[in-house]
C-alpha cells in the first residue's frame, strides 16, 4: 500500500510526451477486430502478443494510469485492486485480462511485487498501443481505457475515461461478458 508520495523518476520523456491533454476518442468499432500488438508481460517474463488469443479465449484489455511505480493515478489504483481481486472471476469465465501500463519493464516489475498482481501486466512506456486505441493522455501518461474482444477478436464494450465515468468496473466487464455469451454466433 502506499504511504507516501515520491516524484523520483516523474520527470522522464514518457511525461513530456504525454503532457498535452489528448482527449479520449472513439476509433474503434464494435463487432470489428482491434490492432495487434506485442508488449512484454512483466510479471510472467514473455511478450504477449493480442493475435495469440484469437480463436482461443475472450480478453478484456485494461489500459491503466500508472505515473512512475510509486505514483498511481487515484482514480485507477482502487480499480486496479478490484481487477485484481476478482481476476479468479474473469478467469473462471475463460477470459483473460491483460493490464497495460506505460511504466517502463524496471518500474512495472517494482508494481507487480507491491501489489501483488495476479493478472499480466504488459509494459508499453512508448504508449504506442495507448494511442492506437484512442485513448487519450493527459498531464504526463495516457489515459485508462477498457475493451472487451470476444474470443474471436471483435470488440463488444469499449470504455474510455471521463471525469464522471472514469473506469468500467468489475461487475459492468462481468456483465458484458455475459450478454456476449449469451447471444448466438452468426452464421
Do not use: W
Request: net charge negative; proline share 6%; glycine share 6%.
Amino acid at each position: 500500500m502506499l504511504t507516501s508520495t515520491d516524484f523520483r523518476g516523474l520527470l522522464n520523456k514518457r511525461f513530456f510526451q504525454n503532457f498535452l491533454p489528448v482527449p479520449a476518442f472513439h476509433k474503434l468499432y464494435l463487432e470489428v477486430g482491434t490492432p495487434n500488438f506485442e508488449l512484454p508481460d512483466v510479471k510472467n517474463g514473455v511478450a504477449v502478443k493480442l493475435s495469440d488469443y484469437k480463436g482461443k479465449q475472450p480478453v478484456i484489455l485494461a489500459f491503466t494510469r500508472i505515473f512512475t511505480e510509486k505514483q498511481y493515478c487515484p482514480f485507477c489504483y482502487p480499480h486496479i485492486i478490484a481487477l485484481n481481486d476478482n481476476y479468479e472471476k474473469f478467469v473462471e469465465k475463460g477470459v483473460e485480462l491483460l493490464l497495460i501500463t506505460s511504466t517502463d519493464e524496471e518500474q512495472s516489475k517494482i508494481i507487480v511485487n507491491d501489489l501483488g498482481l495476479k493478472m499480466p501486466l504488459l509494459s508499453n512506456p512508448s504508449c504506442s498501443v495507448f494511442h492506437r486505441y484512442g485513448t487519450g493522455q493527459s498531464l504526463g501518461a495516457p489515459l485508462p481505457a477498457q475493451f472487451v474482444l470476444d474470443k474471436e477478436g471483435k470488440l463488444k464494450f469499449a470504455h474510455l475515461f471521463s471525469f464522471l465515468d472514469h473506469n468500467a468496473g468489475v461487475e459492468r466487464l462481468l456483465e458484458v461478458l455475459e450478454v456476449s455469451a449469451s447471444v448466438p454466433a452468426e452464421a
